[in-house]
């Protein structure tokens, strides 16, 4: 008796692993931009916090010297007993490289030096 044995390779055909790659390209191509919206907005934010902790500074400073709304700020040497500073001893700069944080007088509203020119903006609400 003559039996005949279906033996097949092991391993997956080339249609198999088009579609594997097929599908995780287009995971990959969803995927991507969210990751790169989530870290701008991130950074955003953080911007956002610090430019907060600024105006928080300069009032506290005004409090404590006697200022009153449009009095001149000297920034960031008025401000820096007010913050927490970073590891290298001064105000924590803009995530995304913005140049300054700009603070001039008492009861202005703080800016970064991207201010609306980036989306998201970086601006207090």
């Known amino acids: ?12 055909t080339l249609v198999e692993i088009m579609i594997v790659v097929a599908i995780i390209g287009l995971l990959a191509a969803i995927a991507i931009p969210n990751f790169v919206k989530s870290r701008a907005t991130s950074q955003a934010n953080a911007c956002i916090n610090n430019l907060r902790q600024i105006d928080a500074a300069a009032n506290q400073f005004a409090l404590e010297k006697g200022k009153r709304t449009g009095d001149a700020l000297n920034y960031p040497n ?8 970073n590891a290298a001893g001064v105000i924590p700069p803009c995530p995304v490289g913005g140049d300054y944080y700009q603070d001039n007088t008492v009861g202005a509203v703080p800016t970064c030096s991207l201010g609306s020119s980036v989306t998201p903006a970086h ?3």
């Open 1 to 12: 008796m003559k039996t005949t044995k279906n033996l097949r390779n092991a391993g997956f």
């Open 78 to 85: 008025d401000l820096t007993p007010y913050i927490k500073l």
């Open 123 to 125: 601006v207090m609400p």
